[in-house]
């Protein structure tokens, strides 16, 4: 993979053919495609549109292609935009790749974008990592790993109470609550 920090193409023509191509790979979802533009791409403005449309095509095979980058690619802002991508995401073998820049990349940004993916994701697996970052130089990776740590604390209470609660019993009450709605009478003006 060939990362570079080149902001633009300086032909501009053939960014903005690709960015078109782009748009109809879109529509086929291609991942394949936009993993390869993300991995070969020198230009950082079609980059980032490939991260962010691996996002929203959500395919497994885009975690490790997004994981490289983050760990590899001189610009923050992509690093920073994976992290983003991989959280939206939602898939948990992006964990690894998200505790790894959590806790060792040198931008606070991408530090607290990887805490913050982490958190949305919302697995146990992270955890140990994100108490090790709440202890971080950054006031943003430490404020993103708590909030990340609450919801990991929110998720395991609210399985406690789903597992408490006996479903036949919450339709019932649900059941009873509409019968005596039902009996009243909405008031005229």
């Given at each position: 993979m060939r990362y570079t920090e080149t902001i633009e193409d300086k032909n501009r023509e053939r960014a903005f053919k690709l960015l078109d191509q782009m748009e109809g790979e879109y529509e086929k979802k291609n991942a394949e495609f936009?993993?390869?533009?993300?991995?070969?791409?020198?230009?950082?403005?079609?980059?980032?549109?490939?991260?962010?449309?691996?996002?929203e095509i959500g395919d497994e095979s885009s975690i490790p292609v997004l994981g490289d980058a983050?760990?590899?690619d001189p610009s923050s802002l992509i690093r920073h935009e994976c992290a983003f991508s991989l959280g939206?995401?939602?898939?948990?073998?992006?964990i690894p790749y998200l505790i790894d820049a959590a806790l060792n990349d040198p931008s606070e940004i991408v530090r607290h974008e990887s805490a913050a993916a982490l958190g949305a994701i919302g697995d146990e697996k992270a955890r140990e990592a994100l108490i090790e970052a709440s202890q971080d130089s950054s006031e943003e990776v430490r404020g993103s790993a708590i909030a990340s740590l609450f919801?990991?604390?929110?998720?395991?209470?609210?399985?406690?109470?789903?597992?408490?609660?006996?479903?036949?019993?919450?339709?019932s009450t649900i059941e009873e609550k509409k019968s005596k709605a039902g009996q009243k009478k909405m008031p005229h003006p």
């Open positions: 936009f993993n390869k533009v993300l991995s070969e791409e020198p230009a950082l403005v079609v980059r980032v549109h490939a991260v962010t449309i691996l996002s983050m760990k590899h939206q995401m939602g898939l948990k073998t992006a919801n990991l604390d929110f998720l395991k209470y609210s399985s406690k109470l789903k597992r408490e609660i006996d479903p036949e019993t919450l339709v």
